[in-house]
């Protein structure tokens, strides 16, 4: 499947626009991330007895999060602006690719990140559950980071609004999600 689209609304200009009608563009797709928050709150909370088992489990929370969200963003950033500029995209390779991309990421956090936590903690379990999630998070990343925005795009909608918080929050709550799920099965 090949994309090719140039929209009017990759041309919206933030300095010449109204605040109000930039304002109205952006806060739907935050309201969205903001319910995505309160779930991914949730989430965690179903972990609180594993947590209060041993809470060195949180220490990575963050660093995980964001290491998926990074290697996502960078992805999303990349499709976007092929997006804009109306190059030919052949979805399913540019997939496969980014796919790869994000194994070969997530593999090499994942062997610093084991050697990190083995090295600090002395603890392999931690260590292969940190290294685990970074492989499959960051794998799973680049597919939400062009499901997302073509989406948003075939629906018409400005992925550089919409994308960046959708595929945000989405990519948190499996993240968290994912590495509690490991933890609950190599850890306890």
Known sequence: ???????????????????????????????????????????????????????????FVTIIVYLSDAVGSQTESVYVRALASGKNINLKKYFFRESLI???LGALSGMAMFAFVLLWMKSIPIATTVALTMVINLTIAPVLAILIPSIINKENMDPALGAGPISTIIQDMISILVYFLIASLIVF
């Open 1 to 59: 499947m090949k994309l090719k689209h140039t929209r009017a609304y990759f041309k919206e200009d933030v300095l010449k626009g109204r605040i109000d009608h930039l304002i109205e563009h952006r806060i739907p797709w935050l309201i969205l991330g903001l319910l995505g928050g309160i779930i991914s709150t949730v989430i965690i909370s179903n972990y609180e007895e594993m947590l209060s088992l041993d809470i060195r489990i949180a220490f």
């Open 102 to 104: 994000g194994f070969g």
